[in-house]
């Protein structure tokens, strides 16, 4: 199995961990590596699954920002390339997941001190700490959007 290969069935692994299909993962590790848009016959082809998988997948991943969908005038085929900052998006979806486990634990702490009090500052300690992480990797989007955009547009 060649490197590319690899990386585009890790990038599916790391997608479907995150609770996401197998096959939007791979859709994303294909258009890293091809660096252009491509339209679903080639990432059907390309990724040996059939279109309808990849048109579903790619649409959902169109409606979270991570690629976008492209035209072109004549052509009735729909084309997908990645979004200007995926690297953002992906953060951004990351600290978004983490802020949504704070609160959940969060929710617990309260409850918890009534019935077992030591418990409930361990649970309070969890939700802080992901509290804490969901703020960095906010920030830590918030300034690679900022290089990236200066980086894109240097006047």
Do not use: C
């Not at 590790?29 to 091809?34: R, Y």
């Amino acid at each position: 199995m060649s490197s590319v290969d690899r990386f585009v069935e890790e990038m599916g692994l790391m997608f479907q961990q995150a609770g996401d299909p197998r096959i939007a993962g791979r859709i994303f590790g294909l258009l890293v590596i091809e660096g252009r848009e491509l339209s679903l016959q080639q990432l059907s082809e390309k990724l040996g699954v059939s279109r309808a998988s990849v048109s579903t997948n790619a649409r959902r991943m169109a409606k979270r920002g991570v690629i976008r969908l492209t035209a072109h005038p004549g052509d009735r085929q729909d084309f997908y390339e990645l979004n200007n900052f995926p690297s953002v998006d992906v953060i951004g979806e990351m600290a978004e997941r983490v802020i949504h486990q704070a609160r959940t634990v969060q929710a617990f702490v309260a409850p918890l001190r009534t019935e077992n009090t030591a418990a409930s500052e361990r649970v309070e300690d969890l939700s802080k700490v992901l509290d804490q992480a969901a703020r960095m990797l906010t920030d830590w989007a918030a300034a690679l959007h900022n290089e990236q955009t200066i980086r894109k547009d240097p006047e």
